[in-house]
Each structure stands twice: as structure tokens, then as C-alpha cells.
């Protein structure tokens, strides 16, 4: 079972090569961490994390580890990344590019 599981999630090679181009443009590093700022429909809905604002969790990436430097962010709401990267300089914040129309 482990075996065909394993082999039923590879991403196909068009969505492979699209992962590592879009990795290659960030200028992903490892270690990163990985936080997802929800402030979209399930949000306000009431869904889990919708009280959690960007200190929140960048508090959190600082007690797991003091060094991490690298934050994949993932959020719908372009001012999360505008304040990502004005308030926390020391960090480099790696996201998609695409127009985000929410506003928090």
C-alpha cells in the first residue's frame, strides 16, 4: 500500500517543473517555514486561525527556531505581505505573485 501511494502522489512533470521554476524565482533556500495567513471567507466565517494576525505568527517561527530567516507566507491579503516585509527586515518572505483583491 505504501508503495502505491507513494507512487500515486508524484506530481506529474508539467506540475514538477511549474513547483521548481516558481521555487527557482523565489529564491527559495531551506530551512523555511511555512505560514498561512487567513484573512479570506473562511475567516470571517470563524473557521480555525481566523483570530491570528502576522505577530502571531511570527512570534511562533521565532520560539521554533531563533536562526529561520526564510518564510514561505501564504495569504489572500496583500497588506499581510506589506507588513511582513516593513516590520520584519531581517526575514525574506517568499510568496506568489498574483493581484490579491482582499484588503483584511
Do not use: C
Not at 28 to 43: F, K, L, Q, Y
Not at 56 to 85: G, S, W
Request: proline share 6%.
Amino acid at each position: 500500500v505504501g508503495q502505491l501511494l507513494y507512487y500515486s502522489m508524484q506530481p506529474l512533470p508539467r506540475v514538477d517543473a511549474l513547483v521548481r521554476a516558481e521555487k527557482e524565482r523565489m529564491g527559495w533556500e531551506h530551512p523555511v517555514a511555512a505560514i498561512h495567513v487567513r484573512h479570506g471567507d473562511r475567516a470571517q466565517r470563524g473557521h480555525q486561525g481566523a483570530n491570528f494576525v502576522l505577530k502571531d505568527y511570527m512570534a511562533k517561527v521565532q520560539d521554533m527556531d531563533p536562526d529561520l530567516r526564510n518564510i514561505l507566507i501564504m495569504t489572500e491579503d496583500q497588506q499581510v505581505i506589506d507588513d511582513a516585509e516593513e516590520l520584519y527586515p531581517e526575514y525574506t518572505f517568499h510568496y506568489t505573485k498574483y493581484p490579491r483583491h482582499n484588503t483584511g
